[in-house]
């Protein structure tokens, strides 16, 4: 975090699964918190044995930790709002109880047409800030009180951006095709590629083709593979691999990388 520069404003922490590299971190973190004179209450969010987990990083930081930190067990459709955007969590299949994550953003109001609003008579100032908040006008049109409701002069509703998290995993789209449909971004375990196939299946992880059959099955736009064991020492076999099965846009990103993810017009159709 201090390297990517994100600052250490956390409204909460959201784990995948259980296993130790994942969430031991934490401890580090809320020491950190601490000392920087946080005092608002630590939400994190996990799967099955999130309390245990919770209760031991609780134990581990005990000293100087004056915040709370709360424990909160997400399953298969829980959802969280925050200011903006939804937290879905569904089931995944890595061997203990896990979870993935969709981060969905609220629609964003349709967009104003303005010359509309003009013809319709209403003079450019604020009733055009209210139009776009969603409120009526009155305006008077040739001596006569005219209403003017918003759905006139906004176009409907613009969807906001997607994004799936896998966390670690063997593929499980038909557990989550109606929550992912239509993802922006599928951020989706590629431990091996497919050449490692049974390896997959025995440690339950993922294949990069695997990944791209998921990412083709709920119809994303990008498939970041994360998770790439170590024993690689390129990732061109795994892009391969997932470009197979799915035909958008693949990348291996690496540690703080980051990418925009530009939003969707109306109908559906995706812009550059
Ligand atoms: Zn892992
Ligand atoms: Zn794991």
């Known amino acids: 975090m201090m390297r990517a520069r994100t600052g ?37 969010y996990g799967p099955e ?20 930190i709360q424990s909160v067990e997400m399953k298969h459709g829980s959802s969280l709002m925050f200011d903006g955007y939804t937290v879905w ?6 061997g203990l109880g896990s979870v993935g994550y969709v981060l969905e953003e609220d629609p964003r109001p349709g967009r104003f047409n303005r010359q509309k609003a ?11 800030g209210r139009l776009q908040r969603g409120e009526p006008v009155r305006i008077v049109r040739d001596g006569i009180a005219v209403d003017i409701h918003p759905d006139e002069v906004m176009g ?8 799936v998290y896998t966390g670690d995993t ?34 339950f992880h993922s294949t990069a083709g695997e990944a791209g059959m998921v990412a083709d099955a709920i119809g994303a736009h990008t498939l970041a593979l994360v998770h790439i064991s170590s024993r690689y020492t390129s ?16 990348i291996a990103p690496s540690d703080l990388d980051m990418m925009e993810i530009p939003f969707r017009d109306n109908g559906g159709q995706k812009s550059e």
């Open 89 to 94: 969590a569904f089931e995944t299949n890595h």
């Open 156 to 163: 409907p509703p613009r969807p906001g951006r997607k994004i």
């Open 235 to 250: 990732t061109a076999s795994h892009i391969r691999d997932a470009e197979k099965r799915f035909g958008g846009k693949v």
């Open 8 to 44: 250490f404003l956390v409204d909460g922490i959201f784990i995948t699964h259980w296993h130790a590299d994942h969430f031991l971190g934490i401890v580090g973190l809320v020491q950190t918190l601490s000392f920087m004179g946080r005092k608002e209450p630590l939400p994190v």
């Open 49 to 68: 044995w999130v309390h245990e987990a919770v209760s031991g990083i609780r134990s581990l930081s005990r000293f100087n930790v004056k915040f709370p």
């Open 118 to 128: 003009v013809e319709l008579g209403i003079a450019p100032g604020p009733l055009f």
């Open 170 to 203: 063997r593929p499980v789209h038909h557990r989550i095709c109606d929550m992912c449909s239509d993802a922006d971004l599928l951020i989706h375990d590629a431990t091996y590629d497919d050449e490692s196939m049974e390896r997959a299946r025995e440690v």
